[in-house]
């Protein structure tokens, strides 16, 4: 085979390939099971399953949230529910109950820090927005043995602790 063929030979295989991939990825299912969905919601500045009661905070905006937090987050933390999960896939559903604006969700590593370019190739960080008044979205994360924190930077939370142990 000369080497025009030979490329050829190539891109086509490789395009198959693609093609491939592709129609696997559409038709693959994109919510785990029942029992790999973690619910959370939340309310004004916080989330209700690690606090384990609302607080019912009235927000308006997030500087709200930045003030009733440096007032109570400490004692609500040290109080909080720290959730043990087994290494696995997950899938967060994150629901906004009644924040009357814009909210939503990031789940990392407790060292993370997006300042160090080493940790956004290293680190589990896992992250969006778009949770408006009474919408759910779900994020899906794989986790390894460690520390992680989830909160809402929008909706100002405290960094709610996630353990998953050594097997």
Known sequence: MDKDA???SLQMKLGIIGL???AWAVSAPQVAQASDVIELTQTGCQFLEPEGTDHNYKTASKADCE????QSGDDRLAKAKVMELKPGEYVFRVTNKNVPYELG???RDEDYDGRNPLHKISKTSVSG???TTGKSRDYKVTLKPG?????CPLNTTPDYRIVVPAS
Do not use: C, D, E, P
Not at 67 to 70: E, T, Y
Not at 147 to 151: G, H, I, L, P, T
């Open 6 to 8: 030979t490329m050829k």
């Open 20 to 22: 491939a991939t592709a």
């Open 67 to 70: 003030r009733i937090n440096a």
């Open 105 to 107: 969700f990031w789940l």
């Open 129 to 131: 927005g778009g949770l």
């Open 147 to 151: 520390a992680y924190v989830f909160s």
